[in-house]
């Protein structure tokens, strides 16, 4: 379905669990897919994510919700390294 949406060169992608139930190296090949569009075409790409590690590892902005609302924002960087995120959503420390 991705590669009919990128016939009509769209300027905005929303992609809901473009992962959910994918093997490992799928999953991977999708995140690599999804980058080759950003880049090639300049898309904007949102993304509504499970594996919010390779979510983050890939985004410009992230939105961190909980129960629909919005937990924590900013840059996808600070929110991956973020100490609190880290501890409820990533299972680090």
Do not use: C, W
């Amino acid at each position: 379905s991705m590669a009919m949406a990128l016939l009509l060169k769209p300027k905005l992608m929303l992609l809901d669990e473009p992962t959910l139930g994918l093997a490992p190296k799928i999953m991977t090949i999708v995140f690599d897919k999804i980058m080759e569009i950003h880049e090639k075409f300049g898309a904007t790409i949102v993304i509504v994510e499970q594996n919010a590690k390779k979510a983050l590892s890939i985004s410009d902005y992230a939105y961190v919700l909980e129960l629909g609302r919005k937990r924590f924002e900013g840059p996808a960087k600070e929110i991956l390294n973020n100490r609190e995120v880290k501890m409820l959503y990533l299972g680090g420390k």
